[in-house]
């Protein structure tokens, strides 16, 4: 293994790959990633793979539309095909309240170039047969959103990453950081010692602990979030949005020849938990018979269980510490982690070099919350 780099990423998963993977490109020499699993073995293995540009908060829009145009061109950048599926994000309103929030994401949305607009019920259920509209007052769509396979970004990043030098260490798990007054020194690890004066924490659930080594708040929490894999559906129109009904949570895109379904557990507490479980079935069967009945009749084939890494405020944590010197994190993306990798790769990479990066990320900094000033994401599920 490398004693020595110029950073040691910490995570594998999309956000460490894709970090890799910029700072190589740009010709940062001597990067190691540790993984202390194999790639994608965390959270971003577990991910629903949705892709999206439709926010709340203008950073949030902002990430998402930059990765989408990456995720376009992510074959042809790297080689590796990823199952891009460019069906759209349909989010099915039933409150007023909630028209209301969305009609002033969209606005906003449009402004920063999204596609995405409001539709009436009878739309919505055009797109989206499967759902019922009783009880809907209205839905947002954008046709750029849609859905890839999450291991196969993570692998992808990988080798190119590689292909730039980068070096990447499985089963290479982070015991300890090494300081010298407010400087790092090294990263000490399972399989030995790594001499460097930066370390990037994309650790994602993970990422508390690696904060605590340098003393650094990195407010995340692990939460358990499941999902669920459906026998093959007949019929199915092969341009099926992922379509998530706001009021529960419920989502479900296409899987192969059937349905990925999910939904939030509002009985789930925090902590490292990933076995699956059943208790989330009735309020997922209640979902189902209010917006989406035809569900009810599938059966389930398959299903995991995974982590989201949440921050008090939905938001994620972006930035580089004060102190010590020189400690990054790009962590606690509540959900949307996946589909932000590519365009946080690009601005960890310049905030490692020194460089403006294409949005201002300061208000995401996890100072925020000491100083009271959070920055919550609506438009989350």
Request: charged letters at 20%; a negative charge; aromatic letters at 6%.
């Amino acid at each position: 293994m490398n004693t020595h780099a110029s950073a040691v990423v910490v995570g594998g998963g999309v956000m460490g790959t894709s970090i890799a993977r910029h700072l190589a490109r740009a010709g940062v020499r001597d990067v190691v990633l540790v993984e202390r699993d194999e790639l994608a073995s965390g959270s971003t293995s577990k991910a629903a793979g949705g892709v999206r540009a439709q926010f709340s908060d203008e950073l949030n829009i902002r990430l998402g539309a930059r990765s989408l145009a990456a995720f376009d061109r992510f074959e042809q950048d790297t080689g590796h095909p990823i199952g891009l599926h460019k069906v759209g994000y349909l989010f099915l309103l039933s409150t007023p309240e909630e028209v209301s929030a969305f009609e002033t994401s969209v606005r906003l949305q449009n402004a920063l170039g999204v596609p995405s607009r409001m539709l009436e019920p009878a739309e919505a259920q055009r797109l989206s047969p499967l759902i019922t509209t009783d009880g809907l007052l209205a839905a947002a769509f954008s046709p750029d959103d849609g859905h890839c396979t999450p291991e196969a970004v993570v692998h992808g990043y990988a080798a190119d990453a590689r292909r730039h030098g980068a070096t990447i260490l499985r089963h290479c798990a982070v015991t300890g950081i090494e300081l010298r007054g407010d400087d790092i020194t090294a990263v000490m690890t399972t399989r030995g010692r790594i001499a460097t004066d930066t370390v990037i924490c994309a650790a994602g659930a993970w990422s508390r602990a690696i904060g605590a080594m340098v003393g650094v708040d990195l407010p995340v929490e692990p939460l358990r979030r499941q999902i669920a894999v459906t026998e093959p559906v007949p019929g199915l129109p092969p341009t099926l949005p992922m379509t998530i009904d706001f009021t529960s949570s419920l989502y479900f895109h296409t899987e192969g020849p059937g349905l990925l379904v999910g939904m939030s557990d509002p009985d789930e507490t925090p902590g490292f938990a990933t076995d699956t479980h059943d208790r989330w079935i009735p309020a997922l069967g209640a979902a189902m018979a209010h917006r989406a009945p035809a569900l009810l009749d599938l059966r389930r084939t398959g299903g995991w269980a995974g982590l989201y890494e949440i921050t008090p405020d939905h938001n994620a944590l972006i930035g580089e510490a004060g102190s010590p010197s020189r400690f990054l994190y790009a962590t606690g993306f509540s959900g949307h982690g996946f589909l932000q990798g590519p365009a946080v790769g690009e601005v960890v990479r310049d905030l490692y070099l020194g460089r403006v990066p294409f949005v201002d990320v300061r208000p995401l900094s996890a100072g925020r919350f000491a100083a009271d000033a959070p920055r919550p994401e609506v438009n989350r599920v």
